[in-house]
């Protein structure tokens, strides 16, 4: 069963850095998506936060430019979102959406917490 499964959200102060990780569950090794990240705080909808495609092109909110990394390690299917200079308006819980031939496959979730 083909799945995305994140991991990495926490607790950390202003200032400070995390990195999630959302591991492709079930799929064949090099297997070829799109994945991208989002999130959604308390009473707000979910928001897009980046992406990175099968050509390797990114795109982040402007809310994150310059803060926010996405990365693709096909050979282990895992995709890396690295968060530095957090801010608590980073507080969110943070989804993985993998789409591969028009499925869509959407994490769990992961809890980012930033304090001031």
């Known amino acids: 069963q083909m799945r995305a499964v994140e991991s990495g959200g926490g607790s950390v102060q202003a200032g400070g850095s995390l990195t999630l990780s959302c591991a492709a569950s079930g799929f064949a090794t090099y297997s070829i998506y799109d994945v991208s990240w989002h999130r959604q705080a308390p009473g707000k909808e979910r928001e897009f936060v980046a992406e990175i495609r099968t050509d390797r092109s990114t795109r982040y909110a402007d809310s994150v430019k310059g803060r926010f990394t996405i990365s693709q390690d096909n050979a282990e299917n895992t995709n890396y979102l690295q968060m530095a200079m957090l801010k608590p308006e980073d507080t969110a819980i943070y989804y993985c959406?993998?789409?591969?031939?028009?499925?869509?496959?959407w994490g769990q979730g992961t809890q980012v917490t930033v304090s001031s």
């Open positions: 959406k993998i789409v591969s031939w028009g499925s869509v496959y």
